[in-house]
C-alpha cells in the first residue's frame, strides 16, 4: 500500500509514526517542507519517496501529487500534525481516497464546531460561543458569565489560553488576543483534568488510555515555578473513571471518527460530573506516547500504523503500569549551569525511572510558555497508582535546574 504522510519528520515523534508505516509494510511518501537533509534519520530511512514542498501551499501540494500520481498509485494518507489535517481531508477528496473528509475535519479544528456537534449528541460541554470581534467577545461573556475560558477556535494545547474571572481581566486579555481570529468563550468547568486517548480502526477501539493533568493545563501555563505532571493510569475501571470514559466512546461515534489516533480532554467535577473539553484527531503532544508506551512495554507507533493500515493490532496494548511525567523548567536565564538533587533521588527510587532526558550543561533554556516539555523530562512507572503520584511529587519538588 502506498501511503503518503505529511509531515513525517516534524515534529519529532512523526518521524517514528513514518517509520512504523514502513515497518507494517506500508511504501510511504513523505510530504515536507524540511529540507530532505534536515529530516530526521528514522524518517529519511523509512521513505520510498519524499515530496520536498511548503505544506502551506496547499496548490504546490496538490501539483505534486497529481504529478507523483502518474508513476504511482497513491492509496491512503495520514497526518498526525494538527496544523495540516484539513490539507490531509483535501488530498483525500481530491484523489477520492478513503478518510476523514473536509466536512468531517472540520469539527476537529473548529472548537465552536466541534461543541456543537457534541452538544447534538447530548453529551454535556461548558457552555460556549464563538466570537470574531471584541464586542462578540463581550457579548458571549455577559451570556456566559465569569469565570470563563478564552482560546483560539482552532487552537492546540494552551496557547493564547485565558481563564477570565471578571470584566477587568477580560480588559486586560483582549488585546493579548488581537492576532487571533476567531476565538472561543466557554463555561470554566472547575474539577480535575483528564483525556482520554485512542487508536481505532474501522470505529471500533483497539486501545484506550487515560491521562491525569496534575495540575491542569492551564496552571502549569500560568506559573514558571510549577513543574508539570502527567499520570498515564493503568486501571480505567475505577468508578471516578467510567463516566468520562463512556463520554469519550459517545464522542467519538458522534464525530464520526473511525480509524487513527484520537485525543480528548475532560473534565470530572467535584460531584462526578464528566464534562466534554476538546478533541484533535491525533496522538497527544508532550511525550504522551512515550508515556503510553513505557505503561505497556509496547509501541504505540506500531500500533497505530497497524490500524491505519491493516485496521487490527497483531498484539494487544496491555496497561502494565501507571507512568508519570514530570516536566522541569531551569531557574534562571540562558544557559543550563548544574542540576541539584538528581542523584538522590535515584538512590531512592532508580527502579523505577524509565527515562531520563533533561538538557545538558551549557544548553540554552527552552521557552516556558511554548511548550511543555521546557528543559526536560523524567518519566517514571510502578504498577501503584500512589506509587507514582508520591515519586512525581518528589521528583517535582526536589528536582532542582539552574540557568544562568
Given at each position: 500500500?502506498?501511503?503518503?504522510?505529511?509531515?513525517?519528520?516534524?515534529?519529532?515523534?512523526?518521524?517514528?509514526?513514518?517509520?512504523?508505516?514502513?515497518?507494517?509494510?506500508?511504501?510511504?511518501?513523505?510530504?515536507?517542507?524540511?529540507?530532505?537533509?534536515?529530516?530526521?534519520?528514522?524518517?529519511?530511512?523509512?521513505?520510498?519517496?519524499?515530496?520536498?514542498?511548503?505544506?502551506?501551499d496547499e496548490n504546490a501540494v496538490l501539483a505534486a501529487l497529481h504529478g507523483l500520481?502518474?508513476?504511482?498509485?497513491?492509496?491512503?494518507?495520514?497526518?498526525?500534525?494538527?496544523?495540516?489535517?484539513?490539507?490531509?481531508?483535501?488530498?483525500?477528496?481530491?484523489?477520492?481516497?478513503?478518510?476523514?473528509?473536509?466536512?468531517?475535519?472540520?469539527?476537529?479544528?473548529?472548537?465552536?464546531?466541534?461543541?456543537?456537534?457534541?452538544?447534538?449528541?447530548?453529551?454535556?460541554?461548558?457552555?460556549?460561543?464563538?466570537?470574531?470581534?471584541?464586542?462578540?467577545?463581550?457579548?458571549?461573556?455577559?451570556?456566559?458569565?465569569?469565570?470563563?475560558?478564552?482560546?483560539?477556535?482552532?487552537?492546540?494545547?494552551?496557547?493564547?489560553?485565558?481563564?477570565?474571572?471578571?470584566?477587568?481581566?477580560?480588559?486586560?486579555?483582549?488585546?493579548?488576543?488581537?492576532h487571533v481570529p476567531e476565538v472561543s468563550v466557554e463555561e470554566f468547568i472547575d474539577?480535575?483534568?483528564?483525556?482520554?486517548?485512542?487508536?481505532?480502526?474501522?470505529?471500533?477501539?483497539?486501545?484506550?488510555?487515560?491521562?491525569?493533568?496534575?495540575?491542569?493545563?492551564?496552571?502549569?501555563?500560568?506559573?514558571?515555578?510549577?513543574?508539570?505532571?502527567?499520570?498515564?493510569?493503568?486501571?480505567?475501571?475505577?468508578?471516578?473513571?467510567?463516566?468520562?470514559?463512556?463520554?469519550?466512546?459517545?464522542?467519538?461515534?458522534?464525530?464520526?471518527?473511525?480509524?487513527?489516533?484520537?485525543?480528548?480532554?475532560?473534565?470530572?467535577?467535584?460531584?462526578?460530573?464528566?464534562?466534554?473539553?476538546?478533541?484533535?484527531?491525533?496522538?497527544?503532544?508532550?511525550?504522551?506516547?512515550?508515556?503510553?508506551?513505557?505503561?505497556?512495554?509496547?509501541?504505540?507507533?506500531?500500533?497505530?500504523?497497524?490500524?491505519?493500515?491493516?485496521?487490527?493490532?497483531?498484539?494487544?496494548?496491555?496497561?502494565?503500569?501507571?507512568?508519570?511525567?514530570?516536566?522541569?523548567?531551569?531557574?534562571?536565564?540562558?544557559?543550563?549551569?548544574?542540576?541539584?538533587?538528581?542523584?538522590?533521588?535515584?538512590?531512592?527510587?532508580?527502579?523505577?525511572?524509565?527515562?531520563?532526558?533533561?538538557?545538558?550543561?551549557?544548553?540554552?533554556?527552552?521557552?516556558?510558555?511554548?511548550?511543555?516539555?521546557?528543559?526536560?523530562?523524567?518519566?517514571?512507572?510502578?504498577?501503584?497508582?500512589?506509587?507514582?503520584?508520591?515519586?512525581?511529587?518528589?521528583?517535582?519538588?526536589?528536582?532542582?535546574?539552574?540557568?544562568?
Amino acid at each position: 500500500m502506498n501511503v503518503v504522510m505529511l509531515s513525517p519528520g516534524y515534529p519529532a515523534e512523526m518521524a517514528y509514526f513514518t517509520r512504523a508505516l514502513a515497518a507494517v509494510g506500508a511504501t510511504v511518501i513523505g510530504v515536507g517542507d524540511q529540507p530532505p537533509s534536515e529530516l530526521p534519520s528514522a524518517a529519511r530511512d523509512a521513505l520510498a519517496h519524499y515530496e520536498h514542498v511548503s505544506l502551506a501551499d496547499e496548490n504546490a501540494v496538490l501539483a505534486a501529487l497529481h504529478g507523483l500520481a502518474r508513476y504511482a498509485r497513491i492509496e491512503q494518507v495520514e497526518c498526525l500534525w494538527e496544523p495540516y489535517m484539513l490539507l490531509a481531508a483535501r488530498i483525500r477528496e481530491s484523489f477520492g481516497l478513503p478518510g476523514l473528509s473536509v466536512a468531517q475535519t472540520v469539527p476537529f479544528r473548529d472548537k465552536e464546531r466541534m461543541k456543537q456537534a457534541i452538544d447534538a449528541a447530548g453529551i454535556r460541554t461548558p457552555r460556549h460561543a464563538a466570537a470574531t470581534s471584541v464586542h462578540g467577545v463581550w457579548e458571549a461573556a455577559e451570556r456566559i458569565g465569569y469565570p470563563l475560558i478564552v482560546k483560539p477556535i482552532a487552537g492546540a494545547g494552551s496557547a493564547d489560553t485565558y481563564r477570565i474571572d471578571g470584566p477587568e481581566e477580560l480588559s486586560t486579555v483582549l488585546p493579548l488576543l488581537r492576532h487571533v481570529p476567531e476565538v472561543s468563550v466557554e463555561e470554566f468547568i472547575d474539577g480535575e483534568e483528564f483525556t482520554y486517548d485512542t487508536i481505532c480502526a474501522n470505529g471500533a477501539v483497539l486501545f484506550e488510555h487515560m491521562l491525569w493533568y496534575r495540575p491542569r493545563p492551564l496552571q502549569m501555563k500560568q506559573h514558571e515555578w510549577i513543574s508539570p505532571v502527567s499520570l498515564s493510569l493503568r486501571d480505567l475501571e475505577v468508578p471516578d473513571l467510567r463516566a468520562g470514559r463512556e463520554m469519550g466512546t459517545a464522542v467519538i461515534a458522534a464525530l464520526g471518527f473511525t480509524t487513527g489516533f484520537t485525543h480528548m480532554e475532560w473534565y470530572r467535577k467535584d460531584d462526578g460530573e464528566a464534562v466534554f473539553g476538546e478533541i484533535g484527531a491525533r496522538v497527544a503532544g508532550a511525550r504522551v506516547a512515550d508515556l503510553m508506551n513505557y505503561a505497556t512495554d509496547g509501541d504505540v507507533y506500531v500500533a497505530w500504523a497497524e490500524a491505519v493500515v491493516h485496521g487490527r493490532l497483531s498484539k494487544p496494548l496491555e496497561r502494565r503500569y501507571n507512568a508519570g511525567a514530570i516536566f522541569k523548567r531551569a531557574q534562571g536565564a540562558g544557559a543550563i549551569t548544574r542540576v541539584e538533587g538528581l542523584d538522590k533521588l535515584l538512590s531512592e527510587y532508580g527502579d523505577a525511572v524509565a527515562m531520563i532526558d533533561l538538557l545538558p550543561i551549557g544548553a540554552q533554556r527552552r521557552d516556558w510558555q511554548a511548550t511543555v516539555v521546557s528543559d526536560g523530562s523524567i518519566i517514571v512507572r510502578h504498577p501503584e497508582l500512589q506509587r507514582v503520584i508520591e515519586m512525581t511529587e518528589r521528583f517535582a519538588a526536589d528536582l532542582q535546574i539552574y540557568a544562568g
